[in-house]
Antibody
Framework: EVQLVQSGAEVKKPGESLRISCKGS????????ITWVRQMPGKGLEWMGK????????DYSPSFQGRVTISADKSSSTAYLQWSSLKASDTAMYYC????????????????WGQGTLVTVSS | QPVLTQPPSSSASPGESARLTCTLP?????????IYWYQQKPGSPPRFLLS?????????GSGVPSRFSGSKDASANAAILLISGLQSEDEADYYC??????????FGGGTKLTVL
């Protein structure tokens, strides 16, 4: 069974750093891109960026470039989203999603999702 | 990044059809993009519904009923999600998405569908 399991909720102060995780299981992790999506309270979905775990190449939305870092560890089948200095405006639910792949080609939609990680940044 | 415009809300009665739109900015042509539709219910991650490029190039998400279908209105430069035979369980938020290039995706603002 394919699963993406995200790390638990976090409460942080502005200026602190944070790394949240998304662990894949039930499939060959390296073969499937992982995307991260933000959802601020009561708001819509925002695509943040994606990673190809096979070579750790990344793409970012211009809105998030330089604000977050996406990484992956093939050995543990885990993707990460990290901040070096959180702001209150980073308070949101963060989802990871697996890109659909067939015959070695990744497609641009997400067939499995993590359960979400709620990040709260407050002084 | 282009802005995809979705009406904030829509409503219809059970058994009726709901037509949700996703309008692209005038400088990009809906005909040249795959449109992806997602459904999100409160407290849950999104769920992939379908992709639509043309009637001959489309795909349905796993387990998604055929009463969910996609189309395009070229005259309005819009993508359409049609939900026929509405059921109470269809009440959710619906998001469209495109990839203006292979390196960046964009969601629409979402439409909250109420089944009256």
């Amino acid at each position: 069974e394919v699963q993406l399991v995200q790390s638990g909720a976090e409460v942080k102060k502005p200026g602190e750093s944070l790394r949240i995780s998304c662990k894949g299981s039930g499939y060959s992790f390296s073969n499937y891109w992982i995307t991260w999506v933000r959802q601020m309270p009561g708001k819509g979905l925002e695509w943040m960026g994606k990673i190809d775990p096979s070579d750790s190449s990344t793409d970012y939305s211009p809105s998030f470039q330089g604000r977050v870092t996406i990484s992956a560890d093939k050995s543990s089948s885990t993707a990460y989203l990290q901040w070096s200095s959180l702001k209150a405006s980073d308070t949101a639910m963060y989802y990871c999603g697996r890109h659909y792949m067939i015959r070695g080609v990744n497609f641009y939609y997400f067939d499995y999702w993590g359960q979400g990680t709620l990040v709260t940044v407050s002084s | 990044q282009p802005v995809l415009t979705q009406p904030p809300s829509s409503s219809a009665s059970p058994g009726e059809s709901a037509r949700l739109t996703c309008t692209l900015p005038s400088d990009i042509n809906v005909g040249t993009y795959n449109i992806y539709w997602y459904q999100q219910k409160p407290g849950s991650p999104p769920r992939f519904l379908l992709s639509y490029y043309s009637d001959s190039d489309k795909g349905q998400g796993s387990g998604v009923p055929s009463r969910f279908s996609g189309s395009k209105d070229a005259s309005a430069n819009a993508a359409i999600l049609l939900i026929s035979g509405l059921q109470s369980e269809d009440e959710a938020d619906y998001y469209c998405m495109i990839w203006p290039n292979t390196a960046s995706g964009v969601f629409g603002g979402g439409t909250k569908l109420t089944v009256l």
